[in-house]
């Protein structure tokens, strides 16, 4: 997919979901699926 570029905004729950699946599938793995939610939340949107 070529919107991996986008830079960050207001993020429905689904984008949220689809960033979890795309940027942290392997790396948090382990984490709870609503406390990955959180901190995407908590990024800084720069």
């Known amino acids: 997919m070529s919107n991996n570029k ?3 905004k207001k993020m429905t729950d689904k984008e ?3 960033t979890l699946v795309f940027k942290t599938k ?3 793995e382990v ?3 609503k406390q990955a939610k959180k ?3 908590a990024l800084p949107t720069e």
């Open 6 to 8: 986008k830079p960050l």
């Open 16 to 18: 949220i979901d689809k």
């Open 26 to 28: 392997t790396v948090i």
């Open 31 to 33: 984490w709870d699926h």
């Open 39 to 41: 901190f995407i939340k």
